[in-house]
């Protein structure tokens, strides 16, 4: 199996290759030159499977002669040992046709765990063979920070170095990030906005010699070993549900569309998804393009569901990659349009194919407090609300699709005790290891948006 950037121009890569090296040269993002196909007997046979043996047999496919079965079982075989839960995803029924996946058992308490549990090993595994370490650098502005410094502790390859702007997360994020004490994990606390952070990082990765003299990696939602590790719950959730023979739909709290994106891998696999049904908070780009075919830019504006304050949706260029027929000069100008005007529109034939697949639904804070309330209800169950805008979109899929809805829940509500008091007027009982968390030392250093001070910073910090 090889790799191809969405934009055309960027050398076919090996899986160890792609894993390391993130966003392609030519800005694009990789993609496996085709889908492994899972034809329906055979996922019959998967149904007893466990989540790990599962996972290997769905990555599998992927990894082409760059490392064996053998080695990815061993990979597998540690990814999932921190998660609380037996089932590791287990799933929970709602309503007649309507069951939840909880993504939230994993040592963070959201679903990004299930990628960069297993991306930790798989990173030592690559370097340890080539011999090579690396430093990685990322900007969060909530989960995606804590999940990343959880996977590389304490990891020997691997020095970590997290940007978040300061006074800027909420309290538990920031704490599920600073009080892990490991000696490779730094935590930045930048005086500027999430935006000052995301553009730090990019100028240190367009820094040439600074990125290669660090040998700089990235783990966000760009890096293709996380999408794969997400496709493995599609197959586990379709296959519980629907025993791998019964069409089901699913519902999906959307931001960097990397999440759905898996979604949409499971069923060019084989899976039966009927629909993809994306949720959005007011940030709504997603949403709108399902129901116009026009992607606009619009300013990105604070929700009770931060992880999905987004407007630009990264991985969104894969799906756009596969709508023009893998053509990457399409991509290339669609893309460079969108970023010159912010805007680009798809023909309506195109729209109308990607509508049997996908379709948006967005809603608002009031909406999304309406909508935990509205569970807390009716089930005894308190959604965070990301998960309560991933089972609003399923709602408004309908019963007379005739297929059964499964919403993936992708944070535990206890990381989000206020939204959760204000609808349902109680807290969320609060899990032993957020307890813990909220009651370590912190350790961050405070630093200004200045290139040259973040680079030092690592600089001095980084085991060669
Ligand atoms: C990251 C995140 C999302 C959005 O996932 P994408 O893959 O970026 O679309 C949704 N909910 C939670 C809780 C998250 O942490």
Same mark, same amino acid.
């Given at each position: 199996m090889h790799y191809v950037s969405t934009r055309g121009r960027a050398p076919v890569l090996a899986f160890d290759e792609v894993v390391l090296t993130g966003l392609a040269r030519d800005g694009g993002l990789y993609v496996p030159e085709m889908w492994p196909r899972f034809m329906p007997d055979i996922q019959a046979a998967l149904v007893n499977l466990t989540y790990p043996e599962l996972a290997i047999r769905v990555m599998a496919p992927f990894l082409g002669s760059a490392m064996t079965e053998d080695e990815l079982a061993g990979i597998v075989a540690v990814s999932y040992q921190n998660f609380t839960h037996p089932a590791v995803a287990p799933l929970k029924q709602l309503g007649p046709h309507s069951w939840l996946c909880e993504l939230f058992h994993g040592p963070t308490l959201a679903f990004k765990d299930y990628a960069l549990q297993f991306l930790g090993p798989l990173f030592d595994h690559i370097l340890r063979r080539r011999g090579e370490r690396v430093v990685i650098v990322g900007a969060t502005s909530g989960d995606t920070g804590s999940a990343a410094i959880e996977a590389f502790r304490d990891h020997a390859a691997v020095d970590v170095f997290i940007l978040h702007p300061h006074e800027r997360v909420s309290p538990i994020q920031r704490r599920q990030m600073t009080t892990v004490q490991a000696a490779n994990v730094h935590n930045i606390a930048v005086t500027g906005t999430f935006d000052d952070c995301q553009r730090l990082v990019k100028d240190l990765f367009n820094d040439h010699p600074f990125r290669e003299a660090m040998n700089l990696s990235a783990v966000n939602s760009i890096n293709w070993a996380r999408i794969m590790a997400q496709v493995v719950y599609y197959f586990w959730a379709a296959l519980a549900v &629907? &025993? $791998?023979r019964r069409a089901v739909a699913f519902a999906v709290p959307t931001g960097n569309f990397g999440n759905a994106f898996a979604g949409y891998v499971a069923r060019a696999m084989g899976v039966q998804v009927g629909r993809l049904m994306i949720g959005s908070n007011r940030n709504d780009i997603l949403t709108r393009f399902f129901a116009t075919g026009t992607m606009t830019m619009q300013m990105v504006v604070p929700t009770l569901s931060p992880s999905m304050d987004i407007q630009v949706s990264s991985n969104f260029e894969r799906l756009l990659f596969e709508l023009y027929d893998q053509e990457g000069d399409a991509v290339e100008r669609l893309m460079e349009q969108f970023r010159e005007t912010g805007t680009f529109s798809i023909t309506h034939d195109r729209l109308y194919d990607i509508r049997k697949i996908f379709r948006g639904f967005s809603l608002d804070d009031n909406e999304t407090r309406d909508i935990i309330a509205d569970v807390y209800a009716r089930t005894g169950e308190h959604v965070d609300p990301h998960t309560a805008i991933g089972i609003a979109a399923g709602r408004a =899929? $309908?019963?007379? =699709?005739g297929m059964p809805v499964i919403t993936l829940a992708t944070a535990h509500p206890a990381k989000f005790p206020q939204a959760i008091r204000e609808a349902t007027g109680r807290e969320p009982v609060l899990p032993e290891r957020l307890a813990a968390v909220l009651a370590c030392k912190e350790r961050f250093t405070v630093l200004p948006v200045d290139l040259a001070a973040v680079k030092e910073h690592i600089r001095l910090r980084a085991r060669r």
């Open positions: &629907g &025993g $791998g =899929i $309908g019963p007379d =699709i």
